[in-house]
């Protein structure tokens, strides 16, 4: 199972780092901007279908600003795709499935309810 890194608390408006996070790399600072983006969604008061809408604005800016030194979020992230959905599904990781999407194993459509 993965390690959490960080995590946003809609109630508070309080982002929680893992002890380990020290922001020296941009892969470090990049999970900064990922709740971030939780965070303004947050305060502008943007709601969705379902937690993988919510991940999926979030990895894409996170990957975006890996960008700006070259680098991408499956490459910092170490993740492989298949086997990220592997264990997502066998831990009932369902929210984290919008990482897939950057990486075309998945799309939200396949996890949100149909809107209408």
Known sequence: MRDVVAVYNDQTNTIYLSNKWVGRTPAEL???VHELVHHL???AGVTFECPA???K???EAQDKWLGLFGRNLERESDINGLALLVSLLRNG???S????????????????????
């Open 30 to 32: 990049s999970v900064l």
């Open 41 to 43: 969604q947050n305060e």
């Open 53 to 55: 809408e919510r991940e």
């Open 57 to 59: 604005l979030a990895y």
């Open 93 to 95: 990781d369902r929210s």
């Open 97 to 116: 499935l919008a990482l897939l999407a950057l990486s075309g194993h998945s799309n939200c459509a396949a996890e949100c309810p149909p809107r209408g």
